[in-house]
């Protein structure tokens, strides 16, 4: 194709790109319906993706009845201009790397109170008093035994899910 003078060439992205850019739309959608409540306010979301979220969890998940929602909520996507789509995908993934954070807080606090001596217990639990002592220690001398003994770490798994559940570290 040549360019003639005064005319420009406009460049078109190709099929397998649209292909992609939908793709990730699709991703997109996928993730917020399965984001919590907060997190989708967070989102500032258009009124018309709401709707279509909340119908998607709304619908069962027989005869492709989810399937089918979830591709209308990518072409709601599509239709959204690129700078809201950046924004809803910012506030998603600092959700997650918020969460990955907490995590990791919360796996330190774990391991630090099975490898370390009784001030460490103790010291947690004056820092965090809507924990349960006789759970945290039981928990902990569980987790301790386990380890000694090279048996699968099933207390220590429950003190994180208990850490996780209590705190708001």
Same mark, same amino acid.
């Given at each position: 194709?040549? @360019?003639?003078?005064?005319?420009?060439?406009?460049?078109?992205?190709?099929?397998?790109?649209?292909?992609? !850019?939908?793709?990730?739309?699709?991703?997109?959608?996928?993730?917020?319906?399965?984001?919590?409540?907060?997190?989708?306010? @967070?989102?500032?979301?258009?009124?018309?993706?709401?709707?279509? $979220?909340?119908?998607?969890?709304?619908?069962?998940?027989?005869?492709?009845?989810?399937?089918?929602?979830?591709?209308? $909520?990518?072409?709601?996507?599509?239709?959204?201009?690129?700078?809201?789509?950046?924004? $809803?995908?910012?506030?998603?993934?600092?959700?997650?790397?918020?969460?990955?954070?907490?995590?990791?807080?919360?796996?330190?606090?774990?391991?630090?109170?099975?490898?370390?001596?009784?001030?460490?217990?103790?010291?947690?639990?004056?820092?965090?008093?809507?924990?349960?002592?006789? $759970?945290?220690?039981?928990?902990?001398?569980?987790?301790?035994? !386990?380890? !000694?003994?090279?048996?699968?770490?099933?207390?220590?798994?429950?003190?994180?899910?208990?850490?996780? !559940?209590?705190?708001?570290?």
């Amino acid at each position: 194709m040549r @360019k003639k003078p005064g005319e420009e060439l406009v460049i078109r992205p190709n099929k397998s790109q649209l292909k992609r !850019e939908s793709d990730a739309l699709q991703n997109l959608g996928e993730q917020l319906t399965r984001a919590t409540a907060s997190d989708i306010k @967070k989102c500032d979301l258009p009124d018309h993706l709401l709707a279509a $979220i909340a119908e998607y969890q709304r619908l069962p998940n027989k005869h492709g009845a989810q399937r089918r929602q979830m591709q209308f $909520i990518g072409k709601v996507m599509r239709d959204l201009d690129e700078t809201t789509i950046e924004r $809803i995908h910012a506030q998603l993934n600092r959700n997650v790397e918020m969460e990955k954070r907490r995590f990791q807080r919360i796996e330190a606090l774990r391991d630090s109170l099975i490898n370390s001596d009784g001030d460490v217990v103790t010291s947690v639990l004056n820092a965090h008093p809507q924990l349960d002592a006789q $759970i945290v220690n039981q928990l902990v001398r569980q987790a301790r035994k !386990e380890q !000694e003994e090279d048996f699968a770490p099933t207390a220590s798994r429950k003190l994180f899910r208990y850490l996780r !559940e209590t705190l708001d570290v």
